[in-house]
């Protein structure tokens, strides 16, 4: 006998958007949440990296030294790239 998949309690306006999408997209209901839910956890990660980035900013000497690394690779990727490439 398979095992059932977990329960997931949710609001009636929220199962009723999830039924009216399924009509829209042609997903089913287990879609469309993974979709959503992949959706959040990218935005989140977005969220980290920039918060993140304006910090980096923030700090004068961290930012400087974030940089000239950033020009130092440039400058590698530059003259490890053929010129008639």
Do not use: C, H
């Not at 095992?3 to 306006?13: A, F, L, M, N, W």
């Not at 999830?18 to 042609?26: A, C, E, I, P, V």
């Amino acid at each position: 006998m398979g095992t059932q998949p977990p329960t997931i309690r949710v609001t009636s306006e929220t199962r009723e958007e999830l039924r009216s999408m399924t009509k829209q997209t042609g997903k089913s209901q287990q879609e469309l949440l993974e979709d959503a839910v992949k959706a959040y956890a990218r935005q989140l990660r977005l969220e980290r990296f920039t918060d993140e980035y304006a910090r980096l900013q923030a700090n004068p000497e961290l930012w400087s030294k974030k940089q000239q690394e950033a020009a130092n690779q440039q400058a590698r990727l530059a003259r490890a790239v053929p010129v008639d490439a």
